[in-house]
């Protein structure tokens, strides 16, 4: 699971400095965090409710039209982007701890 930690880092970092960031990367950044965020709801076994928005749907959207952006709004998705993913995280990492009989407080 440090993977998914490790990229919450990396689009943090990426929103700190999305000026530098080339529309190629913007785009990757944000097609991986719908893939994850889509990956980690396949484990957890959510399904999105079809009325409701999707923040992984407009990372998926964002990532084939970036220049139609600005970096503040690139900057918000990833940050929004990393938040989604850290709380699968802790959905998925309380998770294994109840099936492997981990110890609770």
């Known amino acids: 699971m440090s993977s998914i930690s490790d ?3 990396e689009l943090v970092r990426a ?8 529309a190629a990367e913007r785009g990757s950044l944000l097609d ?3 893939r994850t965020v889509r990956d980690a709801r396949d484990e957890i076994g959510v399904e999105q409710d079809s009325l409701d928005r ?7 959207t ?16 990833l940050l929004e982007a990393a938040g989604v993913i850290r709380n ?9 701890d109840v099936t492997s009989g981990g110890a609770m407080p």
Do not use: Q
Not at 54 to 60: K, N, S, V
Not at 62 to 77: C, G, Q, T
Not at 88 to 96: M, P, V, W
């Open 62 to 77: 964002m990532s084939r039209s970036v220049p139609m952006f600005s970096d503040d709004e690139i900057k918000s998705a």
């Open 7 to 9: 990229f919450v880092a």
């Open 88 to 96: 699968l995280k802790i959905i998925l990492d309380a998770r294994s």
């Open 32 to 34: 991986r965090a719908y």
């Open 15 to 22: 929103a700190n400095e999305v000026e530098k960031l080339s």
């Open 54 to 60: 999707d923040p992984a749907i407009d990372f998926l």
